[in-house]
């Protein structure tokens, strides 16, 4: 059964983890520069005026575009407001003329910044309730010929703890991704992979999802005889050659608004 998304419980797990994520989010640190880097191949230019990050987290995606790209406005947003000090030390490196953060979440925000001729995102968009909503607001949002590029989650991700542990979030498929995306973007890229991370046994898994924040939907407490079974079942069932393994599922989207 697919769990209903707690924002709270979402937003104190990355406060949490927030100063070991960008250590220890190696998919995500990938996906940060892949996505960077297909922002400045699908735009020629690489030089944006107005740019929205959405989840903005530690700053590590807002590193890997500004240097490769020029951006005269940056508006950063994030569930947690201590992602304010993260994302404008990172753009104090850079000749941004001007930073902005929204703290908060997106999908509730009254208004955003208009005439935007870039929005992006790393990692975040499987955390919305409503993205078919968020594809239009965002749309209204974007400058005609405008890009939103962005990296999320698909159905196999870390399909060993819901193998386990029963739920998981709702993931769309990329094909269900392309569909709704395609109701107000030209769809431009739009791939996807699978990530095989190993770990040398359950216990690390854990202490990885925790260093990561992305147990944001593991509320129940760990029983002793709960926490025996996990790491029996997880040994038993996912073991590798080096220990045990978690799986990753990113894809990769680049959308234009149209220039009519």
Request: glycine content about 8%.
């Amino acid at each position: 059964m697919l769990q209903k998304i707690d924002k709270q419980l979402v937003g104190d797990r990355f406060q949490r983890s927030l100063s070991s994520y960008a250590n220890h989010a190696v998919v995500q640190n990938r996906m940060a520069r892949e996505l960077a880097e297909m922002v400045c191949r699908e735009s020629h230019s690489c030089a944006f005026n107005r740019v929205l990050e959405v989840g903005s987290g530690s700053g590590s995606f807002t590193a890997e575009l500004l240097g490769r790209a020029s951006v005269r406005e940056y508006y950063a947003n994030d569930l947690v407001e201590e992602s304010r000090g993260c994302v404008a030390g990172v753009i104090a490196g850079f000749p941004v003329e001007a930073f902005h953060f929204l703290a908060g979440d997106i999908e509730r925000f009254d208004s955003l910044p208009m005439e935007l001729d870039l929005v992006v995102s790393n990692a975040t968009l499987q955390w919305l309730v409503d993205l078919d909503l968020f594809f239009s607001r965002i749309a209204a949002h974007l400058l005609p010929g405008g890009m939103l590029a962005f990296t999320t989650f698909s159905t196999r991700n870390m399909r060993e703890i819901s193998t386990i542990e029963g739920g998981g979030l709702g993931y769309y498929s990329l094909g269900e991704l392309e569909m709704i995306a395609g109701r107000y973007f030209d769809v431009i890229t739009a791939r996807e992979e699978e990530v095989r991370m190993e770990f040398c046994s359950p216990e690390a898994v854990l202490r990885h999802m925790r260093h990561t924040g992305v147990n944001g939907l593991l509320r129940r407490s760990w029983t002793k005889s709960r926490y025996q079974h996990f790491l029996d079942r997880y040994r038993h069932s996912f073991s590798s050659e080096n220990g045990v393994y978690l799986t990753y599922h990113p894809v990769y989207c680049c959308l234009k608004k149209s220039m009519s």
